[in-house]
């Protein structure tokens, strides 16, 4: 089973508006990542949040962490058609030598 | 500086062949990781290499298999091939990887396998 899961599997938006995206995941981590893929390409990071920051921000995206609930969201503001891609949230889990492990992904379609 | 180079970019194998998949990390990045993309299953981890050393390893069968050379360098090997080995093999490299730093990925484009 997924480590991470995200939330909505497919979201469509109008150019302008917010776009928001959840993950849950179920073991302790590390710190929590979301990434990016346009079609058929490769993973492009876009943030990371440490299990002891509850929120961070860089340029329209505002990512929070509940460590409780086990949970992130990840908030695009003033979405734009380029927003459109696929999101996906990456948990680090504590221990050493762990690795990286994804969920299944978000599609983000944004209407002009 | 130059961003993480797979190749082939998209190959086309029939069932029992093999294939051999190149990754080249970012310079000074010395962790390289393997990961398989399929729309069913999302992103599998496959395995990552350190300093010519696999440290992690994910479930997959033992047809899978890489090796990282001592320039960090990686490539991955894929024998008898099925096909649901058809899909979208990504490379990723970090500095050290593991659970120490940030361990932020970048990914290569990906190398699209498709099985006949």
């Known amino acids: 089973s997924q480590q991470g899961e995200e939330d909505p599997q497919a979201l469509s938006i109008q150019e302008g508006e917010n776009a928001t995206m959840n993950c849950s995941y179920k073991t302790s981590i590390n710190n929590l990542q979301w990434y990016r893929q346009n079609s058929g390409r490769g993973l492009v990071h876009l943030i990371l949040i440490r299990s002891n920051e509850r929120e961070k921000h860089s340029g329209r995206l505002r990512v929070t962490l509940d460590t409780s609930k086990k949970s992130s969201s990840l908030l695009i503001t003033a979405s734009r058609a380029a927003d459109t891609a696929s999101y996906f949230c990456a948990t680090l889990l504590t221990g050493a030598n762990s690795k990286l492990t994804f969920g299944k992904g978000i599609t983000l379609s944004v209407r002009p | 500086k130059a961003g993480v180079t797979q190749t082939p970019r998209y190959l086309i194998k029939t069932r029992g062949q093999q294939v051999t998949l190149s990754c080249s990390p970012i310079s000074g990045h010395r962790s390289v990781s393997w990961y398989q993309q399929t729309p069913g299953q999302g992103l599998q981890f496959l395995f990552e290499?350190?300093?010519?050393?696999?440290?992690n390893k994910g479930n997959f069968p033992g047809r899978f298999s890489g090796r990282q050379f001592s320039n960090s360098r990686s490539e991955m090997n894929v024998s008898t091939l099925e096909l649901g080995d058809s899909a979208l093999y990504l490379c990723?490299?970090?500095?050290?990887?593991?659970?120490?730093?940030?361990?932020?990925?970048?990914f290569g484009a990906g190398s699209r396998l498709t099985v006949l």
């Open positions: 990723a490299s970090s500095p050290t990887g593991g659970s120490s730093g940030a361990n932020v990925l970048t």
């Open positions: 290499y350190f300093s010519e050393t696999q440290r």
